[in-house]
């Protein structure tokens, strides 16, 4: 993927499932608890995508700018103006890209977990191997709210009554300069989760947009090669907070 040099104000998240930034959450009626005992539900954890690397950079001089260049994939040249401070940011693009984010994948557990302690049969699901290759959802237009795609083919072939769909839609550290100078360093996470009734691909529950941003600072620098580790335990930390976090975002339902 080539670096790009984008606008600070462009949007960042690119989503799996459809939906944007105003996404609004749905939340579970208490009464799923009670009636649906014993059906079988389906967890499904979506392939994650590779690490990016944010820079952000304000310029100073004559002509000040606010500048941001995101970093995923393989690096290539750098920019005439952001070549001094290629080194670092491939630096510290390649260790987040060694990140297996075991962290937040073991979510997939803490649902079926869950579910079952509390009279369901879940099961973890394969991932699709094309996620691409489920068809639009035209279905009913009413008061309810679909899926955009339609996954009750999927749903039925895992014999499952509902599904529960898990995706970690970017991650990654995000290094601020100002001119050449590092100046702090953050980590940070976008994640989402539903869960759709398969006979009809009705979304029950529904994290919202602010449920899954997740970001924290970090006490290091991204120009100092000893401190890229710290960084990149912290980024760990908080996928596996962001896991912990969409797991009680659900299971509080049911108390």
């Known amino acids: 993927m080539k670096r790009k040099l984008l606008v600070i104000s462009l ?40 690490a990016e690397t944010i820079v952000n950079v304000s310029d100073t001089g004559p002509y000040t700018r606010v500048s941001q260049y995101i970093y995923g994939g393989t690096l290539q040249s750098p920019d005439m103006d952001s070549a001094p401070r290629f080194t670092e ?47 639009t959802f035209k279905g009913v237009q009413d008061k309810d709210t679909y899926e955009s795609r339609d996954f009750r083919a999927f749903g039925k072939a895992q014999g499952a009554d509902y599904l529960v769909l898990i995706e970690l839609t970017s991650y990654g550290p995000a290094c601020n300069y100002i001119d050449l100078n590092s100046y702090s360093a953050e980590v940070r996470a976008h994640a989402r989760a539903e869960l759709l009734d398969v006979s009809t ?12 941003e997740f970001q924290k600072t970090v006490n290091a620098s991204c120009s100092v090669p000893e401190q890229i580790p710290v960084i990149m335990d912290a980024q760990k ?3 596996d907070d962001a896991a912990d976090a969409l797991s009680r975002d659900f299971f509080l339902e049911s108390q």
């Open 11 to 50: 949007s960042l998240m690119v989503i799996l499932l459809g939906g944007c930034a105003s996404l609004k959450p749905i939340p579970l009626d208490r009464q799923f608890w009670q009636k649906h005992e014993g059906d079988r539900v389906g967890v499904v954890l979506f392939p994650y995508p590779p």
């Open 89 to 135: 940011e491939m630096r510290i693009q390649q260790a987040a890209q060694q990140l297996d984010v075991r962290e937040f994948s073991r979510l997939q557990g803490l649902f079926v977990k869950g579910l079952n302690e509390r009279g369901f049969n879940a099961f973890k699901v394969g991932q699709p191997g094309n996620t691409k290759a489920i068809p």
């Open 201 to 212: 691909n009705r979304i029950l529950w529904r994290t919202g947009w602010s449920q899954g």
């Open 237 to 239: 930390r908080l996928l």
